[in-house]
């Protein structure tokens, strides 16, 4: 189960991709359950004998199915917006199993989230502090928080998605956290309960993960000495998945080994784990149609209906996407840009690739795009954005229906 190919023919899970595209349209995001889960299980068998907390980061793909599929296997969810904790409490994600990450809390977000009682604040600057401080007092509450470390490790990975070094407005300075902890020990509407780290996105060697363990914990140390003793141990997300076949990521439980090699010393704490990425980016794939074919001095273009409005990763990132042929050719690959019809030149799936030049109308599958796929989607160009389905099996669920014109003018005004 899961996405290949059965006689030449792309199939997600029982159902063959062309009779899915025919029946509903392209472009499309199909999602695999069976991936999903197993994905989430890998998790689950990987942390399983320490105590932990698996904290989905609902960013990567924060749809309401995806999201309740998760919550029923016992996850919790890492937000970064009151809008992530509607949807997680919505799909059922318990409230003590919520943590809020992110540098821009406003004050109703805040409050929110303290009146559903969630898990911790992963607070990431000082006037944060205050401001959870003075919002709880106001609701005669205290909020429990942690405070995200920015550990100045490397992560080798894209600069745009590299959150843990030195200069980056994520998380506080690893010299000011003692200070900053001592000073939240003092506030009376505070409780302090952990420590966090995030040092980026689509890591793919566990070393930074424990490098970045060994400064938190020094600092846990640091802690205990002033009479600061936390619960929660946050590792944040970040694992990588494999985009292109000389990735090889480590899995879940290679994770844990790194992390637990400095932190198994703790007995009374539990880890908290964020990931977002490796848990959905390989449930997904998008297809499309080939619109038309052209050259263009030397070069070759399929130009295809998916536009960067529906899967900015290769734009914003330079990100690979596999693409692949819905229907296995015996034609020749040549040297193609694959782009999408939107009026921008960085509109493009992937340049230069080895790709068969199929015929008008013959559908592709752009695969991993679970993750940042759909979630960054846009209207940009007044393009609707697409549908999405779940396959379990040989059933089909509509977990997003494909936007109408109307749509693009429902919260306008004129
Ligand atoms: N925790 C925090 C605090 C985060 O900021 C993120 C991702 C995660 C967890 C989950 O990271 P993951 O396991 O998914 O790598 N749009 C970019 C990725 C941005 C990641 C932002 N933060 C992309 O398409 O590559």
Redesign the pocket.
Known sequence: MGIKYVNNELYVEGLAVSKLAKKYGTPIYIYSKNTLESNFHAYKKGFGDIDSIICY?A??NPNQNIMTILAKLGSGA?I?SGGELYRSLLAGIKPDKIVY??VGKTAEEIEYALKSNILMF?VESFEELEQINLIAKRLHKKARISF?VNPDVDPHT?K??T?GKHGSK?GIRYEDALGMYIAASKMKNIKIVGVDS?I????LEVSPFKQAALKLSKLIDNLEKAKIFIKYIDI?????IKYQKSEVPPSPEDLKKAVMSVYSKYKDKTIIV??????VANAGIMVGKILYRKVSGDKKFIIVDIGMNDLI?PT??D?YHNIIPVRKTSKKPVIVDIVGPICETGDFIAKDRKFPMLFRGELIAVECIG??GS??ASQYNSRLRAQGIVIDGKKVTGIRKREELKDLIAKEIN
């Open positions: 980061a960013k990567a890492d970064v990450s992110g992963n995200r894209h745009h998605i959150t994520f995030h980026g996105s689509q890591i944040g997300g970040g694992l990588g964020e990931p977002g990425r490796s848990i990763r914003l990132y990100a993750a940042y979630a960054m």
